[in-house]
């Protein structure tokens, strides 16, 4: 199978654990480990976000709403392209891929999914699981990189995972 990693605190923090890279060794499972905007090595510079919004990405958070186009949609469309790289490699094209995503990368996984069928599993580490969460705690950190604007209007994470399906996800908050 094919495995992607979007993990919030970046790529190099995985590529260090030698256990996690032998294990997909030992099943020969072809790995993808990336760094998503806003994550690992492409994380803003923190003197450039002032403490008291409580974002650590404040500042590119705001440009996207601003120009309408919010962090989800950028890392959703990263993921995207990653997938049509898989796909541009004739022996990855039926390959079904398992995503696991941590932090601020759970909802660009959830709506990649929804794009794309190839996308089998999605395991989700630390994210939201209701855009509710934000309303009912509105000074819990980071809650910038998970808005979309209106987006209650039209759906909530509940009404994306019924469009999916319930089997694909496996939601651990370790």
């Not at 495995?3 to 190099?12: D, F, M, R, Y």
């Not at 997938?83 to 039926?94: A, E, G």
């Not at 209007?153 to 496996?170: A, N, S, V």
Request: charged share 20%.
């Amino acid at each position: 199978k094919i495995v992607i990693w979007l993990n919030e605190k970046g790529k190099a923090e995985l590529a260090d654990s030698a256990a996690l890279m032998q294990s997909y060794l030992d099943k020969n499972d072809i790995v993808f480990l990336c760094d998503v905007s806003g994550t690992g090595e492409t994380a803003d510079n923190p003197q450039f976000n002032d403490k008291k919004y409580y974002n650590k990405e404040y500042r590119n958070a705001m440009l996207g709403l601003h120009i309408g186009t919010p962090m989800v949609g950028i890392r959703t469309s990263e993921v995207l392209t990653l997938m049509d790289f898989i796909n541009s490699i004739s022996q990855y094209k039926n390959i079904a891929v398992e995503i696991n995503a941590a932090g601020i990368s759970t909802i660009a996984a959830m709506h990649a999914a929804l794009f794309c069928n190839q996308i089998n599993q999605l395991n989700l580490y630390k994210g939201i699981s209701t855009y509710k969460t934000i309303l009912e705690d509105p000074i819990d950190k980071d809650s910038y990189s998970y808005v979309i604007d209106n987006v209650l209007k039209y759906y909530d994470l509940p009404d994306l995972i019924q469009m999916i399906g319930k089997d694909k996800f496996h939601f651990i908050n370790e």
